[in-house]
């Protein structure tokens, strides 16, 4: 069982950049898949980037490929999402995630799941 914090959200402008943390606890880290996800008021959970258990692969979804990037540190058991050339759209929580499998990239694949920090850009 793995237990999920993200850290790193805020308020940004157009344009700027965040990065958000999520420590991970337990010494399986390595042997999970990590991806982050986001949910914008009123709509559905969606999929943002996903990271293989060590890092050597990743994949993302279309709306922040080439402005997100996906990473972990298995020794710190922390993975992060560096979001550069923000947007009003990218406003959302922001969950980290947990699961045995690589790659996913539903909703109801992940088994654990971060409480979410808050992302807003203002335009």
């Known amino acids: 069982q793995v237990q999920l914090v993200e850290s790193g959200g805020g308020y940004v402008q157009a344009g700027g950049s965040l990065r958000l943390s999520c420590a991970a606890s337990?010494?399986?880290?390595?042997?999970?898949?990590m991806a982050w996800f986001r949910q914008a008021q009123g709509k559905e959970r969606e999929f943002v980037a996903a990271v293989s258990w060590s890092g050597g692969a990743s994949n993302y979804a279309n709306s922040v490929r080439g402005r997100c990037t996906i990473s972990r540190d298995n020794a710190k058991n922390m993975v992060y999402l560096q979001m550069n050339s923000l947007k009003p759209e990218d406003t959302a929580v922001y969950y980290c995630?947990?699961?045995?499998?690589?790659?996913?990239?539903?909703?109801?694949?992940?088994?654990?799941w971060g409480q979410g920090t808050q992302v807003t850009v203002s335009s």
């Open positions: 995630a947990a699961d045995r499998e690589y790659p996913r990239t539903y909703e109801l694949e992940y088994h654990y």
């Open positions: 337990g010494r399986t880290f390595s042997t999970y898949a």
